[in-house]
């Protein structure tokens, strides 16, 4: 089992910055990827940024320049940094982690961003 806890969301101005921090626990030697989905009202889930169990990132189209991802591994966290916040960006994000043994997706609670114009 992976727990996954998240914070750092809030209201933001349209141009305005936040980062999220995902913290990591339980059994993660072996973890496939791990990142940040999003979820808008009425939308699907989409990933936004995720490493790879290799340490390479990627990026959806719609970030690419404005987030970025990193992380810590001593702490077993992952961050995800937004600049220039857009209305479009609001939603609920969510932490991800997969498992290469068990094929397991584990979910953070969601954490709500939400960009005001």
């Known amino acids: 089992q992976v727990q996954l806890v998240e914070s750092g969301g809030g209201l933001v101005q349209s141009g305005g910055s936040l980062r999220l921090s995902c913290t990591a626990s339980g059994r993660l030697f072996s973890i496939r990827s791990m990142g940040w989905y999003r979820q808008a009202p009425g939308q699907q889930r989409d990933l936004v940024a995720h490493?790879?169990?290799?340490?390479?990132?990627n990026y959806a189209d719609s970030v690419k320049g404005r987030f970025s991802i990193s992380r810590d591994k001593a702490d077993n966290t992952v961050y995800l940094r937004m600049n220039s916040l857009r209305p479009e960006d609001t939603a609920v994000y969510y932490c991800h982690a997969d498992d290469s043994l068990s094929g397991e997706d584990y979910w953070g609670q969601g954490t709500q961003v939400t960009v005001s114009s």
């Open positions: 490493f790879t169990r290799g340490g390479s990132t």
